[in-house]
T-cell receptor
Framework: DGGITQSPKYLFRKEGQNVTLSCEQNLNHDAMYWYRQDPGQGLRLIYYSQIVNDFQKGDIAEGYSVSREKKESFPLTVTSAQKNPTAFYLC??????????????FGEGSRLTVL | QKEVEQNSGPLSVPEGAIASLNCTYSDRVSQSFFWYRQYSGKSPELIMSIYSNGDKEDGRFTAQLNKASQYVSLLIRDSQPSDSATYLCALRGDNYGQNFVFGPGTRLSVLP
């Protein structure tokens, strides 16, 4: 079955640690995205990538880093510089970066808690 | 003005009634519009997409788009308790770097 796989689903981090969230898709989509969602709030864009080896900052990129070495994979690292990382992280993909086509499909999410 | 606005709710409707969810947006050249449903603790799932003015129906769901008035709505007929969720309005357009912009969501509660 085609889809987006995020791992881990739940992650606990001590302050000062970097953590990496995995996102893999087998939909052959060109564009991939990372969003953050805080309780009772909407989705905020962290980073996005429209092609391999290229990515752009979203609205809240500070304290995060990404890579896009393969079309299928778009991992997100939450660094110790992110002051309030506890949140629900959503990876998504769309068929292309063209605004005239393509819905956004989401993975199941990763819930990060800082202890 | 925020880019995408929705009434946060909660919107409560009795089972079997029509639920009407509304969304307004600020960018006139937005091209694509979407409604997502998100259950508590889960990821959003696509309900409807609409690209042209008018109505688009899919089962119990109808999306309505009016670009001149800059609003998009979602009607849910014969509402069921299982429809209780947060509904996110989203759009996509060149002015946003071809990215998706989400509203804050409307929480719908369907009462048995």
């Amino acid at each position: 079955d085609g889809g987006i796989t995020q791992s881990p689903k739940y992650l606990f981090r001590k302050e000062g640690q970097n953590v990496t969230l995995s996102c893999e898709q087998n939909l052959n989509h060109d564009a991939m995205y990372w969003y953050r969602q805080d309780p009772g709030q909407g989705l905020r864009l962290i980073y996005y990538s429209q092609i391999v080896n290229d990515f752009q900052k979203g609205d809240i990129a500070e304290g995060y880093s990404v890579s896009r070495e393969k079309k299928e994979s778009f991992p997100l690292t939450v660094t110790s510089a992110q002051k309030n990382p506890t949140a629900f992280y959503l990876c998504a993909s769309s068929i292309s970066g063209n605004a005239r086509s393509g819905e956004l499909f989401f993975g199941e999410g990763s819930r990060l808690t800082v202890l | 003005q925020k880019e995408v606005e929705q009434n946060s709710g909660p919107l409560s409707v009795p089972e079997g009634a029509i639920a009407s969810l509304n969304c307004t947006y600020s960018d006139r050249v937005s091209q694509s519009f979407f409604w997502y449903r998100q259950y508590s603790g889960k990821s959003p799932e696509l309900i409807m997409s609409i690209y042209s003015n008018g109505d688009k129906e899919d089962g119990r769901f109808t999306a309505q788009l009016n670009k001149a008035s800059q609003y998009v709505s979602l009607l849910i007929r014969d509402s069921q308790p299982s429809d209780s969720a947060t509904y996110l309005c989203a759009l996509r357009g060149d002015n946003y770097g071809q990215n998706f912009v989400f509203g804050p969501g409307t929480r719908l509660s369907v009462l048995p």
